[in-house]
């Protein structure tokens, strides 16, 4: 019995059977190509090749990232004052037309006071940034709104007249439109 038991569980290599099928060759062909896969260290190539691009994808968005948040922020503390200024310009309309009223006798005292703050006021917009648009010469109609038009004798038309409200840029933005009466050519009697 013991005889038998050695035959079912031999203890020795050399004496489990040999399959006389597979040669060496076969095993290690048979562990690297057996259905036409990559060896394993050309799939370890690929793939830290795909880790590589991934990596230097996301290190140039990460870069664009950090420059857009930066220019965004530069827009940001650079027109931060925007929304006040385009706030206070009607004050300012306002507060010139009161002028204009007190302009008949400019050597009250009100004035005189009136004067002072104006000064103020224009010197706390060009503080800020904000510039006034040119309203002399031709009608531009990205800066300028014209709000009437009237008969010119010089022939010129698109001119500007008169302003009836002035407008600002905040330095490149603009905040408002100037309020323009621009020049037309007379209308013929016959038309």
């Known amino acids: 019995m013991q005889a038998d038991a050695d035959r079912n569980n031999p203890q020795d290599p050399s004496d489990l059977p040999v399959d006389e099928t597979l040669s060496p060759e076969d095993t290690v062909t048979e562990n690297t190509s057996a259905e036409g896969e990559l060896d394993p260290w050309e ?15 996301t290190a140039a968005e990460m870069d664009n990232l950090r420059k857009r948040t930066a220019r965004e922020r530069e827009e940001a503390v650079r027109y931060a004052n ?20 007190a302009s008949q006798d400019q050597s009250s005292m009100i004035y005189i006071g009136m004067d002072m703050v104006r000064r103020q006021l224009n010197d706390f917009l060009t503080n800020q940034g904000a510039q006034e648009i040119p309203t002399t010469g031709k ?17 010129d038309e698109g001119r500007i007249l ?3 409200r002035r407008g600002f840029k905040l330095r490149d933005r603009l905040l408002r439109p100037a309020s323009v009466v621009v020049s037309k050519l007379p209308s013929s009697p016959e038309a």
Do not use: Y
Not at 85 to 100: A, K, R, S, T, W
């Open 43 to 57: 799939q370890l190539e690929a793939e830290a090749a795909k880790w590589k691009d991934v990596s230097l994808r």
């Open 82 to 101: 925007q929304r006040l200024l385009e706030d206070l310009l009607p004050v300012i309309d306002n507060f010139e037309m009161g002028m204009q009223a």
């Open 139 to 155: 009608f531009d109609p990205n800066l300028h709104d014209a709000v009437a038009q009237e008969d010119c004798a010089a022939g």
């Open 162 to 164: 008169r302003v009836t």
